[in-house]
């Protein structure tokens, strides 16, 4: 698999969501058994079938793939990445070389519209793979400030679905974000088939969130409602996920930020067996004594004064 972003272990929990035993093989790449529906995950680009791995060299892919057997029919077409610009390879002499051992096994090559991809990924180890899925690299379509209703502080809709990922989203869940703001993440659950229902305090947001829910979405439901006492049964949904207001968010309707997130996570848990939870803080100890175990941390830098702190709770 050859990862998105720049920060592996939070592509590696992503790619969790949908495979099994993924491991980090090199910065950018990684490797896992069973895959099911790769092409909903944020931060992974491609998945390939994987071939055998090497030193980052060129003759050492020429020599992998001339010791690998290609059970393959049809045309073939090479492509070469520099994964993050690390290796600082030639791709094209890459794909030249790789390209002439297919042809002197009798592969045609078509560059157009290629039966079978043959991708070789550099980066401190090479990787070499008939390509299965690239994942549609469409976010940027639904940037917040696109969507009919938009607010400062939405969330970015890659970061957004890597989230509901994490949460659970599929079409056999039901996920909540109590408190959902524009709606950022309930449309990239909801993209992926998820059951979406969203709650928040404001009025603005629940009325703006459910006009950006249906420019995207078939059915979901999105109520005002306070996310220390929300109007679900117990363990009513699969999983939850939600952005915490941010410090100068912080005095909403005069109660401490502290208050409104170790209560919201109490909460939550009523609701729901597993949480992600962003903040611009870290909120273990409040989700420790909300009842959670921090399963995982991922402290993800945005800019200069804003790092989100993202707690994957169990
Ligand atoms: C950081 S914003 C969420 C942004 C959202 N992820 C997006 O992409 O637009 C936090 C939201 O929590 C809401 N909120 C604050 N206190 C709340 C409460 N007690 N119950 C429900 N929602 C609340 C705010 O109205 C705000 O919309």
């Known amino acids: ?65 001339d010791a690998a057997s290609t059970d393959r029919t049809g045309t073939v077409a090479v492509r070469a990445r520099d994964v993050r610009g690390l290796t600082g390879v030639d791709t094209q002499a890459v794909e ?48 917040p400030t696109d969507k009919p209703f938009f607010q400062p502080g939405s969330m970015d809709p890659m970061d957004a679905r890597a989230l509901a990922n994490i949460a659970g989203a599929s079409p056999d869940a039901r996920l909540l974000d109590p408190m959902c703001g524009t709606g950022g993440i309930l ?33 979901f439901a999105v109520v005002r409602g306070d996310a220390t006492r929300l109007p679900f049964a117990d363990g009513g ?25 170790g209560d919201a996570l109490r909460e939550v848990r009523r609701v729901a067996d597993r949480a992600v939870v962003v903040g611009d803080r ?9 009842g959670w175990t921090v399963e995982s941390r991922f402290d993800r830098r945005v800019h200069r004064s804003l790092t989100r702190y993202v707690h994957v709770l169990v």
């Open 1 to 65: 698999m050859e990862l998105a972003g720049d920060d592996d272990d939070f592509a590696v929990r992503e790619a969790e969501s949908r495979c099994s035993a993924v491991e980090l093989l090199a910065p950018g790449l990684a490797t896992a058994r069973g895959v099911v529906r790769p092409e909903t995950l944020a931060y992974t680009r491609r998945i390939c079938r994987l071939l055998g791995t090497c030193d980052p060299s060129v003759d050492d892919a020429v020599a992998l793939l």
């Open 187 to 219: 449309v990239e659950a909801g993209l992926v088939g998820t059951d979406v229902v969203g709650v928040d305090a404001q009025r603005k947001m629940v009325e703006g969130a459910r006009e950006n829910l249906a420019h995207y979405l078939d059915s």
């Open 96 to 143: 030249r070389r790789l390209g002439s051992v297919l042809v002197d096994r009798g592969f045609e090559v078509d560059l157009d519209d290629p039966d079978n991809t043959l991708v070789a990924l550099f980066s401190e180890t090479a990787a070499l793979g008939w390509l299965e899925t690239e994942t549609p690299r469409d976010f940027t379509a639904r940037q």
């Open 237 to 261: 949904f699969d999983g939850a996920v939600f952005d915490a207001p941010y410090g100068r968010q912080s005095k909403v309707e005069g109660v401490s930020l502290e208050s409104l997130v």
């Open 282 to 290: 870290s909120w273990n100890d409040a989700a420790e004594a909300a």
